[in-house]
């Protein structure tokens, strides 16, 4: 028998070095900018802030995917919103990764 893992841990990919400065120009150019650019750039200045104390660049991957999945998915959520779907049960995502189950 052995000691090994029977599966492999997945590692998120690296975002190009590009990537951040892409997005924030996607970000700016959607008709929510008012809300998400600044929202964006908290996000990013408490993971520079986090890269910088844990010398770990996993917090400004997570940002720049996370809002990568924003953009992405996007037009999926316009168009529910415009269905008239009732999403007034609604379970914040926040929330729900913050929960271990």
Known sequence: MSAQPDHTPVTP????????ADLLAQLRADRRASMWVPAFERE???????SGRTFSLAALY???QDWQVRLA????????????YDDSEFIDMAELRGRHL
């Not at 990919?13 to 951040?20: C, E, M, N, V, Y």
């Not at 990013?44 to 986090?50: D, G």
């Open 73 to 84: 998915h996007a037009p999926a959520v316009d168009a529910f919103v415009a269905s008239g």
């Open 13 to 20: 990919s690296a975002p190009a070095p590009g990537a951040p």
């Open 62 to 64: 997570e940002v720049v």
């Open 44 to 50: 990013w200045a408490a993971a520079l802030e986090e």
